[in-house]
């Protein structure tokens, strides 16, 4: 139901704007709203386990149940184990859809868009692809120094191909050759570049041309690095945590610290996203076993409470993280590890009254 309830109501109305608007084919909106499930269901499993949990203890201390418990011996604490051994399962099954269906689901929903709209997409590298290839240096005074090697830059990626590609390539500080090639692509058998229907440039000392040398097909050994970084370009959302390391390798060749600090963030709260549903199990056992009568509808209004303040509290500590304030663990568990404690305090409380 809060499934169902998300997609109606976080995207329904903007995916309506684009059948109208743009023209956007029914078939392809219907296929992207289910393409979307998968993403409102991840953040349902926890918010249910908050439902579920402050419901269940909350009927067990109205019928004074709790009370009976208590009276025979029984901690609250012993009473709220098998909350935890749910929490933690729905924790698992939260990391798989995490994982394994919603990362390639939004990329599919994305790619549609793309496709049909030809929406442009931040992370995306299909046209004006630009990569900078580095190496380090060695100064006579013993420091490290990155200098640039290699330029890449190409108008389109289709998937297999560079399109339109020029590579600059720098020898001891100075612009020695440019290669303009119609198209290239990496030759994963020979772990080399094959370029076709294009012109060598070799240039003198003075940056002047010194050489042409035409050809229809030629092998050059340069980086990988620019082939991945144009074929694994996608938004955080779209990877899972594998994919985003192997991107963030690339994105320290690159020297890009604001993408790559971005990255590390978005790792650390996709791996502390799943165990939500553990805080939110502690949080709702300990509020349900309050000795106050509470209803369902009290219930209900206090979850949402609960979970927007705690979704809040996530943001702005992940915006600490992005603006490089906190580091990047810090900015995917601290909300975690102040709803533990908030929680664990709630039911030590109670616990001890």
Known sequence: LVSVLGVAIGYLSDLADKVVDSNLPLMQASEILLLKVPEFTAYALPISVMLSTLLT???????????????????LYRLIIPAMVMSLAVTGV???????????????ATAILVEYLQEDHPYWQNKDIFYPDYEQVTLPNGDQEKRLKHLFFAEQFD???????????WLEERLNRIVVSDSATWNGQEETWDFFNGTI???SSDASYKEAYPFEHRQLPLTKAAFEFALQGRDPYEMNIIQARQYMKILKMMGDDKKLRMFQVRIQQKLAFPFICVVFGVVGSALGATPQQMSRATGFGLSVVIIFSYYLLGFLIGSLGLMGLISPVLAGWLPNLLGLAMGGWLLYRFAES
């Not at 939260?94 to 599919?108: G, I, K, Q």
């Not at 998937?159 to 390539?169: A, D, F, N, R």
């Open 57 to 75: 203890y909350g009927r067990l201390s109205n019928d004074s149940e709790l009370i009976a418990f208590r009276s025979c011996g029984v901690s």
């Open 94 to 108: 939260t990391f798989l859809m995490s994982e394994l269906v919603v990362p390639a689901a939004n990329y599919r």
């Open 159 to 169: 998937g297999q191909h560079l399109k339109t590609l020029t590579v600059l390539e």
């Open 201 to 203: 440039y070799q240039l």
